[in-house]
């Protein structure tokens, strides 16, 4: 803070984080929420400030930005559709996949909202043994049926019908996500065992370094 002399927090006054399991298939889904969430909305932040084309508008692409954040959104879905953590770490993974392929494509206020319920909807049925119909999926988004089938047929074309993914590319994804995060962490002991068994790679998303704040 400037002006005044006043001085900074204290270490005793910097809240502790976190400490969360190793293996995303063992940590609470509101953590893995909070995570992903989290870093969607930074790479929103980011990608709000690039100046849209006429090129890079996709079916993805609203008129203007839902009156619903992201977070009442996705947790709308959560509540209704009962998504598995894997499922959510796997959003992040389909956003670096269609933009490795598409570099114009973002994820912004305009797209996240349309995207979300499109990869829900697919990555569900591609990894998950109980999942919704679209139907259910079109209602708990607030869209129509034939609105998702159309969004959903794009989206496996601009990610290459890449749908599956494997459980240590989720598990990198995870662990990424807790190292850039200032609200959780990882004990000592599991990052000196994941650091021996895991190369880390960071979510890309057409974004910001993550290395900022949940």
């Known amino acids: 803070m400037r002006g005044g002399g006043a001085e900074g927090p204290s270490s005793s006054e910097v809240p502790e984080r976190i400490h969360v399991p190793p293996l995303f298939h063992l940590c609470d889904t509101e953590v893995i929420f909070n995570l992903v969430t989290g870093m969607m909305n930074r790479l929103i932040a980011h990608n709000d400030r690039i100046p849209l084309t006429s090129a890079s508008i996709?079916?993805?692409?609203?008129?203007a930005p839902p009156g619903i954040k992201l977070e009442?959104?996705?947790r709308r879905i959560l509540k209704f559709a009962g998504l598995e953590?894997?499922?959510l770490l796997l959003l992040l993974v389909y956003i670096d996949r269609v933009c490795e392929?598409?570099?114009t494509f973002t994820i912004s206020s305009l797209t996240v909202h349309r995207f979300v319920i499109a990869a829900v909807a697919v990555g569900s049925k591609a990894t998950s043994?109980?999942?919704c119909t679209n139907t259910y999926y079109a209602k708990v988004g607030g869209i129509s049926l034939q609105e998702l089938n159309?969004?959903?047929l794009e989206f496996c074309g601009l990610i290459g019908w890449r749908l599956s993914c494997s459980?240590?590319?989720l598990q990198r994804y995870y662990v990424n996500l807790i190292r850039t995060?200032?609200?959780?962490?990882l004990g000592a002991e599991e990052v000196k065992t994941l650091t021996n068994d895991i190369n880390v790679s960071e979510p890309k998303g057409q974004g910001p370094d993550p290395n900022t704040t949940d």
């Open 58 to 63: 996709t079916r993805f692409h609203s008129r």
């Open 72 to 74: 009442d959104y996705l």
């Open 85 to 87: 953590p894997s499922v």
């Open 101 to 103: 392929v598409h570099r």
């Open 129 to 131: 043994d109980i999942y």
């Open 150 to 152: 159309m969004m959903e």
């Open 167 to 169: 459980v240590d590319i």
């Open 181 to 185: 995060s200032q609200l959780y962490a």
